[in-house]
């Protein structure tokens, strides 16, 4: 265990987190009701505020225009008249009627969605990026992408249709209100929103489990498949990647992800319960560090940062803090939140 860990327990299996931007609080997601957790890094203890709702949630998303607005995909069994069941997925928008500060420790509250929209096999969902001109949504079922330009929009238009979509989407941070690109069993293909076109096609030889556009650099992705590594492309020359990170879980790669602000630091978490810090300085936006006066110039050699082993079970998310870019944190399916700091040589090796 790592000497700047946190652990913070959920009593139901959870399956996302998500950071609220402005905030250094991240929302889990585990049975009929949402976290939302706060961090005080002076004390170092979680605060935990639980809304709780009336179906289950398998996906959520902070908006990163409005701290009080999450969005989540929310699956319910229904049974019609004849007595057949079927399971009704449905785009939940939600909006906090406080100041998000307001929210005391070991409480609770009843909270509903103030918009919906129901998409049939309905599997990830996710905000435009901060730098967007407008609160919308990307959404992504199995056959199909969905975007929702903004929350007056009364049902989402339809981008893409074809088989294979399996959860992961991504809006381009450096194109926020145009493309968008889903995973597609064994590729990642980015649509414009605007003409409903194929904008590029990123080939892998696995099933890609996670996507993450570098948000300091354009036209650098990232893609996590069942291979258990990582390979990181130019969207401009795809045919080959610029770096491949082999087989560093033993299990599917589940996530993958950028530091927001040092993008020579990288996340990633599988299903073996492991999670990994790296540094990718080689093909960062400061791959020959930084020059400070007339000292020379500092680097961080590319290679594994940190392994963590705290998780015991698949660890499907892992996110960094939008507000201390040197905070991660991630979450086990058993319920089970590890926050984690870089430690300070490299911050100081990054910084100096």
Known sequence: MDENSLIFGLESASRELCPVVGDPDINPTGGNSISLLTFDEDDNQVSRFQFLTKVEHW????????????????????????????????ANVFTLENDIATYSDQSQKALDPTLQYKIDNLANLTWKPEESSSQGL???SNTSLFVVEDLEQESPELIAKTRGMNGPVAWDPHNPNSVVAAAVGHSARAYDVRSKALAWEVAHRFNVRDLDFNPNKSFQLALGADDGGVKFYDTRKAASPVKTIQSIHTHWTWQVKFNPVHDQLFLTSGGDGSVYLHSITSISSEPFGSMIEEESAKKIDDGVILKLDEHEDAVYSCQWS???PWLFASLSHDGRMVINQVPKSVKYDILL
Do not use: L, W
């Open 322 to 324: 939008t507000a201390n």
């Open 59 to 90: 996906r959520v998303s902070a908006c990163p225009q409005d701290v009080s607005k999450f969005a989540t995909v929310s699956q319910e069994i229904s049974k019609s008249e004849d007595g057949k069941y079927s399971c009704v997925a449905k």
């Open 138 to 140: 990307a959404m992504v």
